[in-house]
Structure formats: C-alpha cells, structure tokens
C-alpha cells in the first residue's frame, strides 16, 4: 500500500449524549476533537447491538434465503438469515438461533466468516457472518413472533440472476456473499 | 426457487410520524398494519438521502481506496470513495464528484453495478455502486471541509488479505467490490 500523505492524526471523543431512545436503536449525539486541526465537532450516530448473518448451505449445496417484511423500504425482501445478537449471547450462538428461527434448520457446522461494520460512519456496531454447513430443515421457521418468514432455496448459481434483478439487495447479505467467497459476476470480472 | 409457503401479504402504512431530525439522518415512526394478521404495529427507522460508492480502477488496474476517521466506530476506517448524493443530483454525477474530492481523481469512464440497500430494516435509501475505470490521480483531495482524508493505492489481488486483517470492514464497500466481481476469497469458494 502507498499512502499519500502522513497518516490521520486520531481524534478525541469529548462527550456522548443519548438524544433519541428506541426499542432497536438510540442516536448519540458524539462530540469529537480532531486531533490535527484541534477543531471539536457534534456527529450523530445510531447505537445499537452487534448483528449476525448466516450463509447457509444445505447438503445438496443450495442456498437458503429468507423473505420477510421490511420496514425501512416497506416490502417484503429477500436475505440470508440474521438478526441481533442478544445480549449475553455470543455471535455463533446467535448465528444458529437465527437460522432455527427463521429457516427452521440446524447445521451440521458453522464456520466463522469473519465481520463487517454495518456502516462505521453511523453506525458503531458490527456484524458478524457465518457458514452453515450441511444445514437441515428440520421445521416451519417461527421467527421471532412478530415476523412472518418465507424460505426460499436457490443454486449458488442462481445467486447472480438474483442480484441482477433486483431481488437480493440487503447490502449486508451482500458482503456476507463475498466474504463466503461466492461470486456475483454480475458484470463479470474486474482487472 | 421454491417458496416453502404462500406469499407475504403485503403490510399497508398508516402513517409515517419524525421523531428526531438531525443533519445527516432524521428518526422516523412508521405505523404498519400486516395484511395476514391485521394487526398494526410502530417501528423506528432511519431516513436518509440515497449514498453512491465508487470502485477506482487506476490505469494500471490497482484500486483506490479512502482512508477517513468514521465518528461511528470512532477511529480511521479503510473504504473506497463514496458519499451522499445531493438534491438535484443524480447517482452518476454524485459518483463522480465523490472520486474527485476524495481522491483527486477522475475517469474515463464510469459504469454502474446497480444499487443495494444499505439495511431495509432500518433504512428506505439506497447505495448506488460504480466502477470507474482508467482513474487518474489530477490533484490532491480536499474533501467537503470537514473530511481528513488519505488516498491508499492497491492491487486488486491485495483486497483478500485487507479483508481477511479486518482493514477493509465497511459492509456498503465489500457490497460494491462484491458487485463488481472483484472476489475475496478469504476462506476460499463454497459450494
């Protein structure tokens, strides 16, 4: 890597104030001292708890999806299974609720994919993604009471038709996808 | 694909209600009713103008990324360019700027990789993505005022290993890289 300039020097964090407070997410209003021109400044951002995603792979080597009603773009989507880590709970733990709850599986084993920030300008959080291996549907998905799940299995083939169309857009997926290794040649290769 | 159910039915909004309005993000309630259970509910989400992403490809075939101090996770995060698309302005053009005040660069070409939502749980934007092709470096980068910035050069075959060490995290830039075809690889394919 060449940098072009002398590194960032690092900012100070003065102050945290709560200013909205809801059931999944507060907004902190942050104060920040720069620390190569001293100036302090007030940044919002969205405080919430740490995320999980799966990739889960069944024996025969499909894709599990889930489709559910989201209320941010206010439509049904389709993603892979997730959802947040509870407090207490840790991620891999997580990561196999999330897919009993919503896929009504079990896998033979989950590997760690490593982790992602959501979006580290706004958000501080983290999520964490996993595969599951040789997953079974062994039930109806239950979610977690106030969702209603729809399965859906693709080839891993299919996974490029779906993003071309428009029809897995959950940025989050997405990234789990790549870190899964699974390509999205959507307009072929780069370089 | 094969639903293992009947459709969703699709929820009706009743009423949308902002509860907090800051610079960057405003807060908002949306009441929704289910269209299978009929009942309505609140949910808190996030509501915020479209973001585009660029991928740099220089003339040589390496990547250009941005590092930036990210008041989120509160330290200097790797990303490729990227930034808010302004009233008035379409994706392309906000692309285009966002490569030039964050990396000095322009292109001789940009072509679009289609959209994400960043999360459509909690967020109704979009995250347009770009490849810009033939970039070359014309100037330094000045940001938009508030922006310290440094411009980090690399060859595509190093993504894997920024991923891998946890340098290059921010979900909305491996959604573009995964986009454009350009893989991670970090723990080799599946399936």
Not at 27 to 54: F, I
Not at 113 to 138: I, K, Q, S, Y
Not at 181 to 188: C, K, L, M, Y
């Amino acid at each position: 890597m060449s940098p072009s300039r002398p590194p960032i020097r690092p900012y100070v964090t003065e102050g945290v104030e709560t200013v909205f407070d809801g059931k999944v997410f507060r907004v902190e209003r942050v104060t920040r001292r720069s620390g190569s021109t001293g100036v302090a400044r007030h940044y919002h951002r969205v405080a919430c708890d740490d995320w999980v995603n799966v990739v889960p792979i069944t024996r025969e080597g499909r894709l599990l999806l889930v489709r559910q009603e989201r209320h941010g773009v206010e439509r049904a989507t389709l993603e892979i299974p997730g959802g947040v880590v509870e407090r207490g709970e840790d991620a891999l733990a997580a990561a196999a609720r999330e897919l009993r709850e919503e896929t009504g599986s079990i896998a033979r084993a989950m590997e760690p994919l490593g982790w992602v920030h959501p979006n580290p300008a706004t958000h501080g959080n983290r999520c964490h993604a996993f595969v599951a291996r040789d997953v079974d549907r062994v039930e109806e998905p239950r979610g977690d009471g106030d969702e209603e799940l729809e399965v859906v299995e693709v080839a891993l083939v299919e996974v490029p038709d779906l993003v071309r169309r428009g029809e897995l857009t959950h940025a989050l997926a997405l990234a789990a996808l790549f870190l899964a290794g699974i390509p999205a040649f959507v307009r072929g290769s780069i370089g």
